[in-house]
């Protein structure tokens, strides 16, 4: 009860007042999950669906609707939004920071687009580094094993002047692949540099200044697929490297005009490139928000503000896949405004707010919500919301052309399958209902239910689109195309269930369990067949997952982590293409030689030799088959 988080409400509150899905992944559950990336950190979220497709690339989703770019979940680094608006989603591959870095993970399950706006609308992930005055002294990390081959960390704390703390680090990891369909050796292994700082400024009593920034350089391995000419009857496996790099700056002032008042005002600039052989990418991004929070009497608490996002990108592209026009702008414009009524004061909380957005592709949304939380007692905390939320359109969804394959037509003239983006496609929408109970049984126990329904409409649907001839590229060709169309709607439902309980002083356990069924339905005029099935088939019905720590005797400690995910009932590009369901267990010894020297041990995928996850529907890219692996882990802090 007494957690605080501020993604739901922009603002420093309670877990006793949030009226909404919260789980926060604390500095203590990362040390103890023995994960070295952040996609398996989110595994211990109950009804957060991630799945991995290959060394470096992961489909991560809240409450439905999983692809390799999950466009309905919004994330964020210190405020930072890190959703592409190419396909709209999040590069996995990109979100990379020192684990150890990372003070807590906030993780929403349901809409948030009254406060963080469009594409928060199945979730939002919300990272938070910790404060540079808090990483002070040096710390050097070594990592080696079967998958992680090769991994190092050096962070470096400390002071400049009386008012400023700092923190410089570098870090290097090289990951071996994994297996590939034919249980071989697959294309995928990873690599990455990357190095970064922060500096937090006290300037005077009431202002504060956080600078941060990294850079980094990648390359990255898989099996993708591509179309060697017009006439080729399909796409070909082929297995290719992908470099990237980029950084970003970031800067946050803010300013406290009394205990119940205060500002902030964050800008940041973000560059990437990724010299994908078939789609290459470059794309610059400047982002300004601005929020300002105040009490207004006794009962009422405000916060509100806006922002201004705008992103440049040059996308070359090739006969397999393109984007037309190969460069274009997008700028966002946004406002929004949240009120917390005290109803019973220190009882009943009545919260209304709403984000108006507008941009480039859809126009004008807006996004409101009303949530109620009751604290019925210390132990026992009731909450209730009804929410509206956008998703807008990407550049996949207006202006994306991938060549499927050619046949022979009518009187010699070949012809050619091609999918083409739609410039008129139009926001999806949803409605949210949802409620919530927390409570602690006692010193001991604690619980966390949470279940939703969801109403959507203008889904996505593939759908036949027009015939027309072309000349080039040659040979001259009849084109047959499809595009996108807001032609779906339906619902979702579902329950999800956390729990701590420390069954004794030295050990403690976490069950958490997710259930979710998925209805969608055409409109008349969908003539597209295969969207329905896919979208309800590549969502687990049931998750379930137990975590353990248990503190042993002289310094030693066992983690444990045991998940199991149920069947995808319809997963790749054709109908009823099944991955069974798959149980992961990790394991991890660790041996603290004081407070700052450590070694551990850690096993993770160890149910199973290899296992399957998911499967890309558009066929961009084949997945693979994650492998058991172990790695030792040295960390040495003075």
Request: glycine content about 10%.
């Amino acid at each position: 009860m007494n957690v605080e988080v501020t993604s739901a409400s922009k603002k420093e509150q309670k877990l006793s007042r949030v009226a909404a899905a919260v789980f926060v992944i604390t500095q203590e559950d990362i040390r103890r999950s023995g994960a070295t990336n952040i996609p398996d950190l989110l595994r211990m979220v109950p009804g957060l669906d991630v799945s991995q497709m290959n060394g470096s690339t992961w489909a991560v989703s809240a409450r439905g609707f999983s692809d390799q770019f999950s466009d309905k979940l919004l994330v964020m680094i210190d405020g930072r939004i890190v959703y592409t608006p190419n396909f709209g989603g999040v590069y996995w591959d990109m979100v990379d920071l020192p684990l150890r870095e990372i003070d807590r993970i906030e993780v929403i399950r349901g809409p948030g687009g009254s406060i963080w706006g469009a594409n928060a609308v199945n979730g939002v992930i919300s990272i938070f580094t910790k404060p540079a005055a808090d990483t002070r002294g040096t710390t050097i990390e070594a990592t080696g094993g079967s998958l992680v081959q090769g991994a190092g960390l050096v962070e470096y704390g400390g002071h400049a002047g009386k008012a400023t703390d700092f923190r410089v680090f570098t870090k290097y990891f090289n990951d071996g692949p994994q297996e590939n369909l034919s249980g071989g050796r697959g294309d995928d292994g990873w690599h990455m540099l990357r190095a970064g700082f922060r500096a937090d400024t006290t300037v005077t009593a009431k202002d504060s200044l956080t600078w941060e920034g990294n850079l980094y350089t990648a390359r990255e391995g898989e099996l993708g697929f591509f179309l060697p000419s017009i006439t080729a009857p399909g796409l070909i496996p082929i297995a290719e490297e992908i470099s990237y790099g980029g950084g970003f700056l970031q800067t946050n002032w803010k300013h406290q005009y009394s205990e119940h008042s205060d500002s902030e005002l964050q800008v940041s600039f973000t560059r990437y490139r990724r010299d994908d052989p078939l789609e290459p990418e470059t794309r610059n991004t400047l982002y300004v928000d601005y929020q300002r929070h105040f009490a207004a009497g006794t009962r009422q608490d405000i916060i509100l503000g806006g922002g201004y996002y705008y992103t440049a990108d040059n996308i070359p592209g090739s006969l397999t896949v393109s984007f037309n026009p190969p460069s274009k702008t997008l700028q966002v414009l946004d406002f929004f405004v949240q009120d917390e009524i005290a109803l019973i004061r220190d009882r009943l909380y009545l919260t209304v707010g709403t984000k108006f957005e507008r941009n480039d592709y859809s126009g004008f949304g807006w996004m409101p919500s009303i949530r109620a939380a009751w604290e019925a007692s210390p132990r026992h905390m009731f909450w209730a919301a009804v929410s509206r939320a956008l998703r807008t359109p990407s550049r996949n969804d207006s202006n994306l052309v991938v060549g499927l394959g050619g046949f022979p037509g009518p009187n010699g003239v070949p012809v050619f399958a091609e999918f083409i983006g739609n410039p008129n496609y139009h926001d999806e929408r949803l409605m949210a209902y949802e409620a919530g109970y927390r409570t602690t049984v006692s010193k001991r126990l604690s619980l966390d239910l949470t279940t939703y329904y969801n109403d959507y409409d203008n889904l996505q649907s593939i759908e036949p689109s027009t015939t027309f001839f072309q000349s080039s590229p040659p040979p001259p060709h009849e084109v047959d195309s499809l595009t996108f169309k807001n032609l779906l709607y339906g619902e979702t439902h579902g329950i999800e269930a956390t729990g701590k309980w420390q069954v004794s002083p030295r050990w403690q356990i976490s069950p958490g369990l997710a259930f979710e069924q998925i209805h969608l339905h055409r409109e008349a005029a969908s003539q597209g067949m295969l969207s329905v099935p896919y979208y309800q088939g590549n969502v687990p019905e049931r998750m379930a997952q137990l975590r353990s720590h248990v503190e042993l005797a002289k310094r030693w400690s066992w983690d444990a982590s045991a998940y199991y995910v149920d069947p995808l009932k319809n997963q790749g590009t054709s109908v009823n293409v099944r991955i069974p369901g798959y149980p992961r267990v990790d394991s991890g010894l660790t041996w603290q030689a004081g407070e700052r020297f450590s070694v551990s041990l850690v096993g993770q995928n160890l149910a199973q030799g290899h296992h399957l996850e998911f499967d890309d529907v558009f066929g961009s890219l084949q997945s693979g088959e994650l492998k058991r692996s172990g790695y030792v882990r040295i960390s040495w802090s003075f």
